[in-house]
């Protein structure tokens, strides 16, 4: 642990925030998720507010566990989390950053029109809903049809 002796920026603690990988997926940060809705420093003081994707899910106690034992890395000791439930979270919130890991990593980011337009293997647009349930509540399970691997899809909520 460093200890904290200047002066905090909000900037600066959103970045170590970006490095805290969400448990479910640990290839895309909270921060990317669009989980981390607001930072505010006052001193050495931080708030940080987070949102839920979804009411009760139960990688938000693991999430803020994270989010303070990364700030406390960084001398940061004077944390607090706030909850915030709305407005709900949307993946409207998912960064371009966080969509393209979320592909890299085999899962089909979210799109508007409900399903994924492509395979995150093979890129093949022959695809197939398998589930609506897949993994974690928050995605579906699929398949291509081409390279037949399944793959999740992350939901649009």
């Known amino acids: ?13 959103w ?12 290839v895309i940060s909270v921060v990317d998720l ?12 931080v708030t940080v507010t987070i949102t839920p994707t979804y009411s009760g899910c ?8 994270d989010i303070e034992t990364a700030l406390a890395k960084q001398g940061v000791t004077d944390v607090q989390l706030k909850t915030q439930i709305a407005p709900a979270w949307t993946t409207d919130w998912l960064s371009d950053k966080g969509r ?4 890299d990593y085999g899962i089909a980011p979210p799109q508007p029109a409900g ?8 890129h093949s647009d022959a695809v197939e809903k398998v589930s ?3 993994s974690t509540p928050c995605k579906a399970q699929w398949r291509c049809t081409d390279c037949l691997e399944p793959f999740d899809y992350f939901k649009c909520i």
């Open 1 to 13: 642990m460093r200890p904290q002796t200047a002066a905090l920026s909000e900037a600066q603690v």
């Open 15 to 26: 970045a170590w925030l970006d490095d805290v990988p969400d448990p479910e997926i640990p």
């Open 34 to 45: 669009g989980v981390v809705r607001d930072v505010s420093v006052l001193d050495t003081a």
């Open 58 to 65: 139960p990688a938000m106690s693991v999430i803020a566990m």
């Open 100 to 103: 393209a890991r979320l592909e």
């Open 115 to 122: 399903g994924p337009t492509r395979c995150p293997h093979c």
């Open 132 to 134: 609506q349930f897949g």
